[in-house]
């Protein structure tokens, strides 16, 4: 859902890694049988490199290894025990087909003995080595034999005496000191402004719906997530057989309220209009902000409502604002009944206003990576990735971006880098003198104007796919 490459793969093909670095598939075979388990039908690769192998067993077990030991066997270097080194995953023709000279398991060292087909190897002269021990383990290949480090034996460190610069008189120490702790001083402020940072992203506060979308002709709407975290809109329908809906995304720090003169100006030239508060903002259940890693998934599971569906064989239009733009690209790019975009003052990265903002208040802009990185722990979900420059190329419906000229989150030159990144070339309505959250405000009726055209042209040309 992402735009990632999937690509399902079967035994007998290989996919290159790197320079003379080749993944070989030994197991399952094309059409593997649908009625064994997922773990015989584990897929098994042979990893090779300059004439050296290492097996990736995965969870292999029962038929699987049954039908890897009908293939020919590669001159294994080291291997993974199947199945964290489990009884039923481990028989000695396993090891006597592979010949590794290495194997490793994936687990605490149980109480006693480990299996007995693996203390076997032991006494076969092959080298076993559990990361219950020996945490992480590294593998690295020479010419002459493979050499091997566990995280625990990388983790000791001998200690290091401290060293006083000979010649250092008193005052220069007290000068060091002095520089040593103003350092110190800086680095905690700086990781104060970055946790700071972190919490107001993901949570910078509720504000009060405004009673407007409360009430007639108003209709307050709610969806589940697919996590379960409720939320809740607005929705203002139009006569039954107008079959013209848009959805209304705001932008961080607002709710479904900041919409209102949007929603009517649609509402005024015929359209069904929904305002809708994302998770942890307005009436919608949710603890934090993800600036779309969440909350597009959260629009499909709108689109899922009767009253939401798309009408009359057309296809819902989607109106973003800011961080509702980012949203809005995220959804579009999974969910093909969205038929049309407005991405207003869109950002083509979540660093670039970020950043920006931390250099408007006097702070150092570098920060900005580390409060991201903070504010995706703090969410459990990164807040950066994908972009939506990344997006963009996988959009396939009519876009129209509407920008600020003087816009300092979304500024002119950020719009226009993101509009050259979708395959096709979006619309664009610079509006003179506009700023970032008065855009609509300043664009005034020929804006309004401008993108129920651009809508009502999309909504007249697409029919929904079946």
Not at 130 to 158: N, V
Not at 319 to 344: C, K, P, Y
Request: negative net charge; hydrophobic residues 45%; glycine residues 10%.
């Amino acid at each position: 859902r992402w735009g990632v490459p999937v690509r399902p793969i079967a035994a007998g093909e290989s996919v290159d890694l790197g320079p003379n670095v080749t993944a070989r598939v030994l197991h399952p075979p094309l059409g593997w049988r649908a009625g064994e388990s997922d773990n015989a039908g584990s897929v098994v690769i042979e990893v090779g490199m300059s004439g050296r192998s290492l097996l990736l067993t995965g969870d292999l077990d029962g038929a699987g290894i049954d039908a890897l030991l009908e293939t020919e066997a590669p001159a294994v270097d080291a291997m993974l025990a199947p199945h964290h080194g489990g009884r039923s995953a481990n028989p000695a023709r396993l090891y006597a087909w592979a010949d590794p000279k290495v194997v490793l398991v994936s687990q605490n060292l149980p109480e006693g003995d480990p299996v007995p087909e693996l203390s076997a190897l032991v006494e076969e002269g092959r080298d076993l080595r559990f990361t219950g021990g020996e945490g992480a383990i590294r593998l690295r290949w020479t010419e002459a034999r493979i050499l091997m480090d566990g995280y625990s034996d990388l983790a000791k460190k001998d200690e290091t005496p401290q060293i006083v610069p000979a010649g250092l008189g008193v005052f220069s120490q007290w000068v060091l000191g002095v520089l040593a702790l103003g350092a110190g001083l800086g680095v905690c402020v700086g990781m104060a402004v970055v946790e700071w940072g972190a919490w107001a992203l993901v949570a910078p506060g509720r504000r009060s719906t405004s009673v407007e979308v409360e009430s007639p002709p108003w209709e307050v709407i709610y969806a589940f997530a697919h996590d379960g975290t409720l939320l809740v809109g607005s929705l203002w329908t139009q006569s039954a057989e107008n079959s013209r809906l848009a959805l209304l995304l705001h932008g961080y720090a607002e709710d479904r309220s900041a919409l209102l003169g949007r929603a009517r100006a649609l509402a005024d030239r015929g359209w069904s209009v929904a305002v809708l508060d994302s998770r942890a903002r307005g009436r919608s259940g949710g603890q934090f902000c993800s600036f779309g890693a969440r909350e597009s998934l959260d629009l499909r599971e709108w689109l899922n409502l009767r009253c939401l569906e798309p009408r009359g064989g057309k296809r819902v239009v989607v109106w973003g604002r800011s961080m509702g733009a980012a949203i809005a690209l995220g959804a579009a790019v999974m969910d093909s009944r969205i038929g049309a975009l407005v991405l207003e003052a869109p950002y083509a990265e979540l660093a670039q206003p970020v950043s920006d903002g931390l250099r408007r208040t006097r702070l150092p802009a570098f920060l900005t990576g580390m409060m991201l990185r903070r504010a995706s722990r703090i969410a459990r979900v990164p807040l950066d990735r994908p972009r939506p420059i990344e997006l963009a190329p996988a959009v396939s419906v009519p876009v129209l971006i509407v920008h600020g000229e003087l816009d300092p989150v979304a500024p002119p030159k950020e719009v226009e880098r993101l509009a050259a990144a979708f395959a096709t070339k979006p619309l664009r309505i610079e509006v003179a003198g506009a700023k970032h959250v008065d855009v609509f405000d300043v664009g005034g009726e020929a804006l309004a104007e401008q993108i129920a055209a651009f809508l009502s042209a999309q909504d007249e040309s697409v029919e929904a796919s079946p």
